[in-house]
Each structure stands twice: as structure tokens, then as C-alpha cells.
């Protein structure tokens, strides 16, 4: 990406530190919308037996998570048009968006992978020391 971008020292180093900062800002969002869905998946799970009050708490939590992974994907690009040329922020979001379908297709390939190598596993036959016991 910074060879793309073709930045200069300085730019380069800026727009690190903004990268670096909406890298932060989206892991830590995601991770507190992954336990406000499993703490969803858990309500859901006890079905009537949870209070609607709590359920809706919590759909609203993962909404305004959803809304702040937005509000920070918003700021990113302000925070980039300080530094870099339009066609630079757009070969930005070109890049992120084809890194993260890229990486999904790597990990649905190694979990196929691992899937089908699964029928191929033959477990050993035990050890002579197991025969004995």
C-alpha cells in the first residue's frame, strides 16, 4: 500500500500514524461487537425467560457499535484527506476493501483445506505400551 501511495518520508510517516489509529479504534469496536452479539446469541438462546427490556438493551448496544464502526471509518478518510490526494484515498479504500475480501478467501480456503484433509486422517493404531495395560 505505501509503495502504491508512493508518499513521501514524511507523508508516509502520517499516514501511518492514521492507519495505525483507525486500525486501533476498529479492532477494539469489533471486539466489543462480538460480546455484545454473544451476550445477543446468549439472550436469545433463553428465549422468554429473558426480560424484553434487556434483549432490546442489547440490540441497541450492537447498533451503536455498528454506528461508531461507521462514525470511525468516516473520520479515517477525514483524517486522510489532510494528508493525501483524493486518488490516494481512493487507491486507500480500494486497498482495504480487496485486503479484507482477500484475506476472508484465504481463510475459507485453509478451512476447507483442513476439512477435507480430515477424511485422510487415519488414527494410529495404538502403541505396543497401551496393548499391554
Same mark, same amino acid.
Given at each position: !500500500?505505501? +509503495?502504491? !501511495? @508512493?508518499?513521501?518520508?514524511? /507523508? ?5 500514524? *492514521? =492507519?495505525?489509529?483507525? *486500525?486501533?479504534? +476498529?479492532? @477494539?469496536?469489533?471486539?466489543? /461487537? ?24 442489547t440490540l441497541d448496544q450492537v447498533n451503536e457499535i455498528d454506528m461508531k464502526i461507521v462514525s470511525n471509518h468516516v473520520s479515517f478518510i477525514k483524517d486522510m484527506e489532510k494528508?493525501?490526494? #483524493? ?10 476493501? @480487496?485486503?479484507?475480501? /482477500? ?10 483445506? /483442513? ?5 485422510? =486422517?487415519? #488414527?494410529? #493404531?495404538?502403541?505396543? +505400551?497401551?496393548?499391554?495395560?
Amino acid at each position: !500500500l505505501l +509503495e502504491d !501511495l @508512493n508518499l513521501s518520508k514524511e /507523508k508516509s510517516d502520517a499516514f501511518i500514524k *492514521i =492507519y495505525d489509529a483507525f *486500525i486501533e479504534q +476498529e479492532r @477494539n469496536l469489533h471486539r466489543e /461487537k462480538r460480546d455484545a452479539f454473544k451476550k445477543l446469541v446468549h439472550m436469545s438462546a433463553l428465549g422468554d425467560e429473558m426480560p424484553d427490556n434487556s434483549i432490546m438493551k442489547t440490540l441497541d448496544q450492537v447498533n451503536e457499535i455498528d454506528m461508531k464502526i461507521v462514525s470511525n471509518h468516516v473520520s479515517f478518510i477525514k483524517d486522510m484527506e489532510k494528508k493525501l490526494a #483524493p486518488a490516494q484515498i481512493a487507491r486507500v479504500v480500494v486497498f482495504e476493501q @480487496n485486503f479484507q475480501m /482477500k484475506m476472508r478467501e484465504k481463510v475459507f480456503e485453509f478451512r476447507t483445506k /483442513k476439512h477435507k484433509m480430515k477424511q485422510f =486422517y487415519v #488414527p494410529s #493404531p495404538p502403541s505396543w +505400551e497401551e496393548d499391554v495395560e
